[in-house]
């Protein structure tokens, strides 16, 4: 061919294939530091990785609550429960808190075992943060949980199981769960009055 001929579109992995001495491998954990620095971006970086614990993690890797277990895992020590807000981050995503939340010990009937990470099950985590949270984390816990699909009904056994104790913060709880799950023909009838 002569210089400025048209050629025909050449996919990337071939190019790839081409400049690197091996296969091409798609990206399936968290990056090690040397690849990272290789591939910032400005722009690009925010939209594709996901600082878990400071350590950058490919977004599309945190779809589910096992993986977002996983990407935890590292960064923790063994034997510990995740709670709080963390939990709450495994079960039903959104932003991943800045440091781990986590209990020494917990019932075993409230802790579910993800990729080898022991965690909180949704309803206690989310009556933990309704109990104790500051209002506008508790309020977003429930509202989290409810649009994972967790009933009132479901959350009532928690509820039941922090009263032995006399756990503070239970008829805050009991009153915002009850709250936000208000059937909405209840709230339109209220708001007509």
């Known amino acids: 061919m002569h210089p400025g001929a048209r050629t025909g579109a050449v996919p990337a992995r071939a ?10 491998e798609p990206i399936l954990q968290a990056l090690p530091p040397r690849e990272l620095a290789l591939l910032r971006c400005h722009g690009l970086d925010e939209r ?33 429960v995740v709670a709080g807000r963390t939990a709450l981050w495994v079960h039903t995503g959104g932003p991943v808190p800045a440091s781990p939340d986590l209990l020494r010990t917990a019932p075993a009937a409230d802790v579910v075992t993800l990729e080898g990470v022991l965690c909180l099950r949704l309803t206690r985590a989310v009556v933990d943060l309704a109990r ?9 816990a429930v509202l989290r949980a409810r649009r994972a699909g967790l009933t009132r009904r479901d959350l009532e ?37």
């Open 15 to 24: 190019v790839l294939a081409h400049l690197l001495h091996g296969p091409v």
């Open 48 to 80: 594709m990785l996901v600082s878990v614990l400071g350590q950058a993690v490919p977004a599309d890797l945190l779809g589910n609550p096992a993986a977002r277990a996983q990407a935890l895992a590292p960064r923790l020590p063994a034997n510990r």
């Open 157 to 193: 056994p928690a509820l039941l199981a922090r009263r032995g104790g006399g756990m503070r913060g239970l008829r805050r709880a009991r009153r915002l769960i009850d709250e936000l799950y208000a059937p909405a023909a209840a709230e339109g009838v209220q708001a007509s009055i």
């Open 132 to 140: 104790t949270a500051p209002p506008g984390v508790a309020v977003d």
